[in-house]
């Protein structure tokens, strides 16, 4: 079972074994929706499906307090990944162009139902390709339904009640993973509040990776997160970021570097600037 990361080399030999794997393509572009599945049809590993950030992965209409990209009811997701073919501790493998960025949240949301079988594509695309991976094209339809159903979950997580509750307590780490330039609260784009969590420290999650793409190692990854958290307990880090998605590759890296299974923060900065009373920082 592959439950982080999975190398292409590794997925072809799951493929050429015959394993049943699901591979999910999470490609989206945030300032341009549409664009993900257009990504998609143009490229993509043969006998993978798309899923999208906000159709799949996200329920909107929620309140603002709930952040911009809220998760969906367990339930309701569980649904979909078994409407896409997922069965129950079957291998799925998901990746994206984005550095991590979206399928990272698929890799969370299904450890957030139960499922451990779950590990990202590492490079993506263009380390499948890098390898000698075939490509195909246009539209992708699922086969038969899965009986994939909600199990205990495996992700912990905190709504921003929870986050105020212990925020300041000695116990508690909050690491945002947008650029610095928005954690300082300097630009902010997409929230109409800009700044950060009191107390947070800063690590994009772009930090994560290696200029192709692929994780840092291990090591690496582990010497750098000590350096941020310094004589904090990983064990109390909250991961956050501007809507609770490129929180995670924080997260995983986490992971990968053997720190623990922390935490993760969904709503993010979107839902704490939007919440009243919540205490927001600069600088």
């Known amino acids: 079972m592959f439950a982080t990361l999975i190398q292409p080399l590794e997925l ?21 929706p549409a664009a993900g599945r257009a990504m998609f049809e143009a490229e993509h590993l043969p ?12 329920e909107k209409g929620r309140p603002a307090s709930e952040g911009r ?23 799925v493998v998901v990746l994206d162009r984005q550095g991590i960025a979206t399928s990272g949240r698929l890799w969370w949301m ?12 590492d490079g993506g695309l263009a380390a499948w390709k890098a390898a000698g991976g075939a490509v ?22 905190l709504d921003t009640a929870g986050l105020l509750a212990r925020l300041g307590r000695a116990d508690t780490t909050v690491i ?14 997409l929230d109409p509040v800009a700044g950060h969590v009191p107390g947070a420290l800063n690590r994009p999650f772009g930090d994560n990776l290696l200029p192709d793409g692929r994780f840092k190692p291990a090591a690496q990854l582990r010497a750098e997160f000590a350096a941020l958290l310094g004589q904090r307990d990983p064990a109390g880090v ?46």
């Not at 947008?178 to 609260?185: D, H, K, V, Y």
Request: net charge negative.
């Open 12 to 32: 072809q030999a799951l493929r050429d074994a015959g394993t049943p794997v699901l591979v999910l393509d999470c490609s989206f572009d945030l300032m341009n």
């Open 47 to 58: 006998g993978s499906l798309h899923v999208d950030l906000d159709l799949d992965l996200s």
């Open 69 to 91: 990209h809220p998760l969906p009811s367990r339930e309701a997701f569980a649904r979909r990944m078994a409407a896409l073919g997922l069965s129950r501790g079957q291998q």
């Open 110 to 121: 299904l450890r957030w139902c139960g499922h451990a079988a779950v590990a990202v594509l």
């Open 136 to 157: 195909a094209s246009g539209p992708a339809q699922p086969g038969p339904a899965g009986d994939f159903a909600v199990g205990e979950s495996l992700s912990p997580a």
């Open 176 to 189: 945002d993973a947008r650029a610095a330039a928005r954690f300082r609260g300097e630009v902010e784009p």
């Open 238 to 283: 909250v991961h956050q970021c501007g809507s609770g998605v490129s929180a995670v590759p924080n997260l995983l890296a986490m992971h990968i570097a053997g720190l623990g299974n922390t935490a993760l923060y969904p709503g993010s900065w979107s839902a704490w600037c939007n919440t009243e009373g919540t205490p927001r920082a600069r600088g």
